[in-house]
């Protein structure tokens, strides 16, 4: 599953293709916790469903539970029933510019980027 051929592709006996984030609604977490939501900017591949869509499908398919609606509205609702950080949090009300998340829970886990990609501002 993805969204460009990879060489390791040659070797999948399925190939699945999925949207780009230009080509789908979505959301982000940044690595100040900050949770960002995005829009559709462009139109995807006729045909080609979005990874919620795929995902919801093929675990439906395998007798699993997916999300009432296969949007990022509907996996939103479900994730703020069971993840205490994001208790009350829905897709349609997280502003514009974001809204900044507690991260203390992850203040112990060492981030594979590293220091390099994390924005430290200038001293005043």
Avoid: C
């Amino acid at each position: 599953m993805g969204t460009h051929f990879y060489q390791t592709s040659q070797y999948a006996n399925i190939e699945i293709p999925l949207l780009t984030a230009f080509e789908k609604d979505g959301t982000f977490v940044n690595q100040q916790f900050r949770l960002q939501k995005f829009a559709k900017a462009v139109p995807g591949p006729i045909g080609v469903a979005s990874d919620i869509e795929t995902f919801a499908a093929i675990l439906a398919a395998m007798g699993g539970k997916a999300p009432k609606r296969a949007t990022p509205a509907g996996v939103w609702e479900a994730m703020s029933a069971e993840i205490p950080q994001f208790k009350d949090i829905s897709f349609d009300r997280i502003p514009a510019d974001g809204q900044l998340l507690d991260g203390s829970v992850f203040a112990s886990e060492k981030f594979r980027e590293g220091k390099t990609l994390h924005y430290a501002p200038a001293n005043a």
